[in-house]
């Protein structure tokens, strides 16, 4: 089955720690894309990258980063720095930058 | 202003009942327009996604586009239980400053009673 899949579902992260994030996709698209959702309010994005080894800050990159090695990966780390890191996380990915985004089912990451 | 501002709700309908959902977008350049469902504690599905003014229509949905007034909405006809989520109005600047920046509205949640 072609599609995206996220890991973990759930995460705790502990004060000063930095965690990371799974997003895989097996669609052969070359976009993808980080939100971040918070309680009753829309999606904002985070990191996307257009194509492998690229990527651009999105309206709340603050405290998290990126990379870009292969077609169909793109982890995001939670660092330190991120003082309210509490929130569900959803990867996206698309055909093209102008094409309909797919999303994968979530991680929630909780704090201790 | 908002970029992206949907009706506020909740709204709720009876089943049956059309339901109306309504969002407005601030920038003139946006190209592609998608509503996507969204159950709770799920990821969003793609429900509609429309690029041109006028109406497309997909089964109980229709996706209505207004360039010129800024405005798309999206009708449920025949509304069911089933179809209470919240639901996301998302436009795409693709061709702008942003390119393939989606922006989402902050959701409308519709109930469908019984």
């Known amino acids: 089955d072609g599609g995206i899949t996220q890991s973990p579902k759930y995460l705790f992260r502990k004060e000063g720690q930095n965690v990371t994030l799974s997003c895989e996709q097996n669609?052969?698209?070359?976009?993808m894309y980080w939100y971040r959702q918070d309680p009753g309010q829309g999606l904002r994005l985070i990191y996307y990258?257009?194509?492998?080894?690229?990527?651009q800050k999105g309206d709340i990159a603050e405290g998290y980063s990126v990379s870009r090695e292969k077609k169909e990966s793109f982890p995001l780390t939670v660092t330190s720095a991120q003082k309210n890191p509490t929130a569900f996380y959803l990867c996206?990915?698309?055909?093209?930058?102008?094409?309909?985004?797919?999303f994968g089912p979530g991680t929630r990451l909780l704090v201790l | 202003q908002k970029e992206v501002e949907q009706n506020s709700g909740p709204l709720s309908v009876p089943e049956g009942a059309i339901a109306s959902l309504n969002c407005t977008y601030s920038?003139?350049?946006?190209?592609?327009f998608f509503w996507y469902r969204q159950y709770s504690g799920k990821s969003p599905e793609l429900i509609m996604s429309?690029?041109?003014?006028g109406d497309k229509e997909d089964g109980r949905f229709t996706a209505q586009l207004n360039k010129a007034s800024q405005y798309v909405s999206l009708l449920i006809r025949d509304s069911q239980p089933s179809d209470s989520a919240t639901y996301l109005c998302?436009?795409?600047?693709?061709?702008?400053?942003?390119?393939?920046?989606?922006?989402f509205g902050q959701g409308t949640i519709l109930t469908v009673h019984p």
């Open positions: 429309i690029y041109s003014n």
């Open positions: 998302a436009v795409n600047n693709a061709g702008g400053t942003s390119y393939g920046k989606l922006t």
């Open positions: 990258s257009q194509i492998v080894n690229d990527f």
């Open positions: 669609l052969n698209h070359d976009a």
């Open positions: 920038d003139r350049v946006s190209q592609s």
């Open positions: 996206a990915s698309s055909v093209t930058p102008r094409e309909t985004q797919y």
